[in-house]
């Protein structure tokens, strides 16, 4: 059985995508549930069709209904720190959810509770998700349709200038003293950066305009570099291959399988699920994956990795909330298993697996390169993918390729078998390696 405190350390330190202790996470969302209790709104239509689907549909009933009820009714489950009832049923999760939809991801900054809450529909599902109920819940293709429609709500949301009203100053603002201050430490890696650069200098915005000129939350999270932020790593030698994603190692893994069992602790690769039994799966039988995540601060764009044509590339429709059964109270009763709410977001290697991913082959000019792939993973909220280049189209490295929209997940490079690519950055490290420098070499 792991202790509060154990939790409480490692609550989603991948990415940074919430505050970095249990204590403020279930403040925000104990401030967000009582808002909501004393404020009640109509339904979103898409949240009434949700309640539909749910009261019409016996297994949706079940499985949604469970997923709460299983949540034990004991402590650290039964109350949040400020004295609320977590939720119990699907009622207060839907109302607590129209809420959300028209509501940007927050920073937060009082006291010694600093950070960002950029996952707010995960971190209500936090404990749910952990369930054994959740986790058939999450698999559910009628769930996941549903929720799919939800999220396109949300998404609508944040692509409105309503949405960039939290691009402010104030102490709750992504340009307050520490909002400024993170998103400036987080861009500035890398050689070519110079010590006494702030985040307009880096980055395409106006600060003298109202939400630093950026015209919706959307806007914000695909925000562009100024030329010369990211040069691309010796562009005329082919077998330089660029980092594609500013982002942090994760893991580097050789002889991957074409099938194996990535929902178990082990998290391994599973081949023909991460590129949803394409054909060209085959090719990277006992290759090598290189995974990295990327920040909740950071730049979320794709580029590149090698000049070449993109042979094939598409969107792969998966789960949203689905992490593996290890991480919930199912897994081990002899254990005494606890929920680990570091959920979804240190299950990185299940995720490339089962949720919403672009996959983009290359046929690398570089003949010792030769087929290779991208899959960019969205996580839990972070579900649109964007591809944006076409297949057949010859692009250079460093080239943008694509783009998570509403913040980023992990993304993965495949090499084929017998391709020699070394010298990956490890894992471990503090700073983002900067997108489109040097990450490998292939010989």
């Not at 309640?51 to 949604?64: A, D, F, G, H, Q």
């Not at 927050?106 to 936090?126: C, E, M, N, Q, Y």
């Not at 082919?238 to 099938?259: G, M, Q």
């Not at 959920?343 to 299940?350: I, M």
């Amino acid at each position: 059985m792991s202790s509060n405190s154990d939790h409480a350390h490692h609550l989603h330190h991948v990415g940074n995508w919430m505050p970095s202790n249990h204590a403020a996470h279930k403040e925000w969302l104990g401030g967000i549930i009582d808002h909501v209790d004393n404020n009640k709104q109509k339904l979103h239509p898409v949240l009434e069709e949700f309640k539909t689907l749910i009261e019409t549909n016996p297994r949706v009933y079940m499985l949604i209904e469970g997923m709460f009820k299983e949540v034990p009714n004991k402590e650290p489950y039964r109350k949040d720190p400020t004295g609320h009832p977590e939720i119990r049923d699907y009622h207060h999760f839907l109302q607590v959810l129209n809420h959300i939809l028209t509501t940007a991801p927050s920073w937060t900054d009082k006291s010694h509770r600093v950070g960002l809450v950029g996952l707010p529909i995960a971190a209500i599902l936090d404990w749910p998700m952990g369930t054994p109920s959740g986790f058939a819940a999450f698999q559910d293709p009628e769930i996941n349709a549903m929720l799919k429609k939800v999220l396109n709500a949300w998404g609508e949301f944040l692509r409105s200038p309503a949405s960039a009203k939290v691009l402010n100053s104030s102490s709750n603002g992504w340009f307050g003293k520490t909002g400024h201050r993170d998103l400036t430490a987080v861009a500035k890696v890398g050689p070519t950066i110079a010590e006494n650069l702030e985040f307009q200098d880096m980055f395409h915005c106006d600060p003298a305009a109202p939400n630093f000129g950026f015209q919706s939350w959307d806007h914000f999270f695909t925000r562009t570099f100024r030329e010369g932020m990211r040069p691309v790593a010796q562009p005329e030698n082919s077998k330089v291959i660029a980092n594609a994603c500013e982002s942090k190692p994760y893991r580097t893994a050789h002889n991957i399988h074409a099938r194996d069992k990535f929902w178990l602790k082990s998290q391994n690769y599973s081949l023909v699920d991460m590129l949803n039994h394409d054909p060209y799966a085959k090719e990277f039988i006992g290759g090598t994956i290189y995974q990295a995540f990327l920040s909740a601060l950071s730049y979320h764009r794709w580029h590149a990795p090698v000049s070449g044509k993109v042979a094939k590339a598409f969107v792969v429709d998966g789960s949203y909330y689905s992490e593996p059964l290890f991480e919930g109270i199912g897994y081990s009763a002899a254990q005494n298993q606890d929920i680990d709410i570091g959920n979804q977001v240190t299950s990185q290697a299940y995720i490339t697996s089962t949720q919403t991913r672009a996959v983009i082959f290359f046929e690398a000019d570089e003949p010792a390169i030769g087929l290779m792939a991208f899959i960019g993973v969205g996580m839990a909220e972070v579900s649109t993918c964007e591809i944006t280049v076409k297949e057949g189209q010859h692009v250079e490295k460093g080239d943008e390729i694509g783009m998570f929209h509403f913040g980023g997940s992990t993304h993965c490079l495949l090499f084929r078998k017998g391709v020699n690519v070394t010298g990956f950055p490890k894992p471990g490290m503090e700073h983002n390696v900067p997108v489109r420098s040097e990450l490998a070499v292939v010989s």
